[in-house]
Each structure stands twice: as structure tokens, then as C-alpha cells.
Nanobody, 116 residues
Framework: VQLQASGGGLVQPGGSLRLSCAASGSIDSINIMGWYRQAPGKQRELVAADVSGGMTTYADFVKGRFTISRDNAKNTVSLQINSLKPEDTAVYYC???????????WGQGTLVTVSS
């Protein structure tokens, strides 16, 4: 499975971004698609995930600012990020997996920088 993420960039506090990720390859078994992030000097953390069947999960820090969406026909997953804060600055990674306990696939990461 190959994952190609895009949409990162520099944005001012309070602004918005939309990250997108396209999956290709052996994706028939993929049930979970989502996003992790890693801020400078911090551990990688789950941001949001979509599980086939319509279940989504979000990190507590999202607090209604992030929305994950998935298009199974196009094999894409997107993350709409609103009300960006400087602490949202991180490399955002697209992920895909069959389940939470099987092999995870990672995209190359896209940098989001929130700064005035």
C-alpha cells in the first residue's frame, strides 16, 4: 500500500487547511485510514481515523476543529483542519491499516506550520 499525502503549508493562527491522502496498491484489505502527527520534539500521536463502516475517532485535542472524511471510491482520506493553533504545527502523516493490530502503512508526511 502506498500513501501520498498533500495539502500542508504555512498558515496563520485561526486559519484552515485541508490535507488529502491518496492510497494505491493492495488496498482491498484496508479498513482504517487516518492521520497521525508529530510535532518537533514530541512523540507521534493519533489525530483522527476512519474505520470502514462509518466509525470515526478523534484525539481529544481536536475539540471539533478537525474533520476526517473518506472517499472509498477514490481511495482517499482527507482532514479538514480549522481554527489552527501554533501547537498544531507538526508533520502530518497519513496512515492505513487492515486493523488496529495489523501492519500499518505510512505516507511520507506533510508539514503544517501555524505561525503569524
Amino acid at each position: 500500500v502506498q500513501l501520498q499525502a498533500s495539502g500542508g503549508g504555512l498558515v496563520q493562527p485561526g486559519g484552515s487547511l485541508r490535507l488529502s491522502c491518496a492510497a494505491s496498491g493492495s488496498i482491498d484489505s484496508i479498513n482504517i485510514m487516518g492521520w497521525y502527527r508529530q510535532a518537533p520534539g514530541k512523540q507521534r500521536e493519533l489525530v483522527a481515523a476512519d474505520v470502514s463502516g462509518g466509525m470515526t475517532t478523534y484525539a481529544d485535542f481536536v475539540k471539533g476543529r478537525f474533520t476526517i472524511s473518506r472517499d472509498n471510491a477514490k481511495n482517499t482520506v482527507s482532514l479538514q483542519i480549522n481554527s489552527l493553533k501554533p501547537e498544531d504545527t507538526a508533520v502530518y502523516y497519513c496512515i492505513a491499516a487492515q486493523s488496529w493490530t495489523t501492519t500499518w502503512y505510512w505516507g511520507q508526511g506533510t508539514l503544517v506550520t501555524v505561525s503569524s
